[in-house]
């Protein structure tokens, strides 16, 4: 018997969902390690491979993972071998389905291609529909009188009316779970177009009603054993380094929702650590670290030394936001708190935080990001709200209540068009999100995403955290100067700038989600969403466009907006002056044409020493700045070190280097890492 599930993803314009396949392995070895037959598996990744497959042979089963960023396209596969071949059962499952009976049955309605959806856990449902099919000959109508016996399971019966499974179970012991990693089902993913990621426990304590994880099927965290995640790691650690070093990439996946709060992820660390000292890999853990256990957290990154991103995501401070969206749980105070202490080992601190939640103004908006910046988070990312499926914020009574506005966008990046079957499909991916609500205005969303692209070009990624350090040095609040900054209209060139990013906001947006999809499922807008011209994830874009095209105007509005908060706060002094000038001088070398290689280096002549700036021996208020003045001026050379000009070829040579990938790259790596040094010449 061979069963296939394809987990697609979008390739044309860059690999949208670049994460190795292993939670659909994982159901397939589950599935393979619990029957008693024969059983051939496979899956697939890439929409091409996926055709090729079935030109050389034909599975009996196939399965689809629904996602928010491949519905549409796993929808249009599923008809395609539907209507070919009306004989294989099709199984999809994912996160991205209703949780109200109603909205499913509408769903299996509108897909009658879909014979059976597994929804929550996968592998019970999976393994109980596969074990019947088998047994009843891949006879749908008689694998569906079994449903009681299933988990997860739901379908509709000839008649169209709903069957679903009378046990929502979840698997007790993940820790009996095999791994497709040690069981070598993934190793031809092993190429460097895609991530390797492990989950370690699953589940969340939390209930945060926008999230698909809040809801109380998900509250116990199963874990899975310490020597499981260690094999992986250690498994997944040598592939990585058999691939030569031109096709290396250095980051490492973990899906568990609150890393760094139990006891096993210090173990964890402990041995990615290990990794780092004999492999020097992985150079980045992306996770979510825990919202609570603040002491375990920072132990668990220290460890890694800075690899991870702690995330303090607190989506808003406000509380009466916290308690609309049942947040309430998690202590806001300690998740700030965080993010000093986690200085002091210089890793990345990271928060979250997403505009237009139930009852959010733009006050309230502000606030929340005021108190982030000036609690010393070095990166910020401000979401807007996402009405996804399987979410008790986009129930009937949420919508009632809030009175929620939206409207419909392209998601960047998912959208293509391939040959299949001897057809070719056209598809895209839609999302909804919240751009009004009782207590928010269409003006101030706008109003919001303004300052966000103002946090994301010059407060993330310490593109200029030696100003904000000074400023911090003065009791002063660096948000205020950031909000100069969005006050300030005296560069043109960045009001344009401003403008573009407004503008492409407003215009991204859709009310009717039917006629959007009718747009972007057409071939030759789907050519124009892949060039660029439509459909970019606009944050990233447009900080792509501000360190490389637009880093001069960056600076200077930083300078003139610099000046006017410092007399405004009485800071002002011709030494504080010429530092800054310095500080902006400093930061233009080494981040100016970032992705440009053939720009060997620049020279120029300091008079402060700015590398000072920001380490802890001046963070005392009395410190003067005559004391990082060199005694004659020192001229510094500013260059790519080879790892960085290696590191940053690998990743142009994966992406390409129009601004849509510069955007990609942008998400994808710790930009600070491709700042060039700054070698003092003596
Ligand atoms: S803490 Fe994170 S994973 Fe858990 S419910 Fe909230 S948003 Fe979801």
Not at 15 to 25: E, G, H, K, L, M
Not at 569 to 590: A, G, L, P
């Amino acid at each position: 018997m061979k069963v296939w599930i394809a987990d697609l993803t979008y390739t044309q314009q860059v690999i949208s969902n670049d994460i190795f396949p292993a939670a659909q392995s994982g159901i397939l070895e589950y599935t393979k390690q619990n029957v008693d037959f024969e059983i051939e598996t496979e899956v697939f990744k890439f929409p091409p491979e996926f055709d090729a497959a079935f030109q050389r042979d034909k599975p009996d089963i196939v399965g689809f993972s629904n996602y928010i960023w491949n519905c549409n396209l796993s929808l249009k596969y599923a008809e395609a071998i539907k209507r070919k071949f009306p004989e294989i059962p099709i199984i999809m499952g994912g996160p991205n389905f209703p949780i109200e009976v109603s909205e499913q049955k509408q769903f299996l309605s509108e897909n009658k291609f879909i014979d059976f959806y597994v929804f929550k856990e996968g592998e019970l449902g999976w393994l109980n529909l596969i074990k019947a099919l088998y047994e009843t000959n891949f006879d749908k109508n008689a694998t569906l009188k079994r449903i009681d016996e299933f988990s997860n399971t739901v379908a509709l019966d000839e008649d169209c009316k709903i069957k679903i499974s009378n046990n929502m179970n979840r698997l007790t012991d993940v820790s009996q779970l095999p791994s497709p990693y040690l069981n070598g089902a993934l190793d031809k993913f092993f190429d460097s177009k895609l991530l390797p990621i492990i989950q370690t426990n699953r589940g969340c304590p939390f209930t945060c009603t926008f999230c698909t994880e809040g809801q109380s099927y998900w509250t116990k965290v199963r874990k899975k054993t310490r020597d499981m995640v260690q094999n992986e790691i250690e498994y997944i650690t040598k592939k990585i380094v058999e691939l030569p070093d031109d096709k290396r990439r250095y980051d490492f996946y973990i899906a568990d929702s609150n890393f760094g709060m139990f006891l096993e992820d210090i173990d964890t660390c402990m041995h990615l650590a290990k990794m780092q000292t004999e492999y020097d890999y992985p150079k980045y853990v992306n996770v979510t670290t825990g919202k609570n256990k603040r002491e375990r957290v920072l132990e668990a990154a220290r460890l890694v030394k800075g690899a991870i991103k702690i995330t303090g995501s607190v989506q808003s401070l406000d509380e009466e936001v916290l308690e609309a969206i049942k947040r309430k749980n998690i202590s806001a105070d300690k998740l700030l708190s965080i993010a000093k202490e986690a200085q002091s080992f210089d890793s990345n601190v990271m928060s979250e935080v997403i505009l237009g939640l139930p009852t959010d103004t733009r006050e309230k908006h502000f606030d929340t990001l005021k108190k982030l910046v000036d609690s010393s988070f070095n990166f910020i990312v401000m979401y807007q709200l996402m009405m996804l499926p399987g979410t008790e914020m986009n129930n009937k009574d949420a919508w009632d209540e809030f009175k929620f506005d939206t409207r419909h966008r392209v998601l960047p990046r998912c959208f293509g068009y391939y040959d299949f079957l001897g057809e070719e499909i056209v598809s895209s991916e839609l999302e909804e999100i919240a751009v009004a609500n009782s207590t928010l205005s269409f003006q101030d969303y706008l109003d919001c995403r303004k300052m966000n692209f103002i946090i994301s070009i010059f407060y993330n990624d310490g593109i200029f955290e030696e100003i904000i350090k000074l400023i911090e040095n003065n009791n002063l609040s660096a948000f205020e100067w950031l909000k100069t900054i969005y006050e300030n209209d005296t560069v043109k060139e960045f009001n344009d700038l401003v403008e573009q990013f407004l503008d492409e906001t407003n215009d991204e947006l859709w009310e009717s989600k039917e006629d959007l999809y009718e747009f972007a499922t057409k071939k030759e807008n789907v050519e124009k969403y892949i060039d660029g011209e439509y459909g970019n994830n606009l944050m990233l874009k447009y900080k792509a466009l501000s360190i490389t095209q637009y880093f001069d105007a960056i600076c200077e509005i930083a300078m003139s907006s610099f000046d006017s908060f410092s007399r405004q706060n009485k800071i002002y002094n011709s030494t504080i002056s010429d530092v800054v000038k310095e500080i902006i001088k400093f930061k233009h070398y080494k981040i100016s044409n970032i992705f440009d290689l053939k720009c060997k280096q620049y020279e120029d002549i300091f008079e402060y020493d700015i590398s000072r700036i920001k380490i802890s021996d001046i963070k005392d208020e009395s410190f003067d700045l005559n004391e990082i003045k060199f005694k004659e001026p020192i001229p510094y050379v500013f260059l790519h070190s080879p790892k960085q000009s290696t590191m940053i070829d690998n990743y142009l040579n994966l992406f390409g280097d129009n601004i849509n990938s510069l955007a990609k790259i942008v998400s994808r790596v710790h930009l600070k890492q491709f700042f060039r040094e700054a070698i003092k010449k003596v």
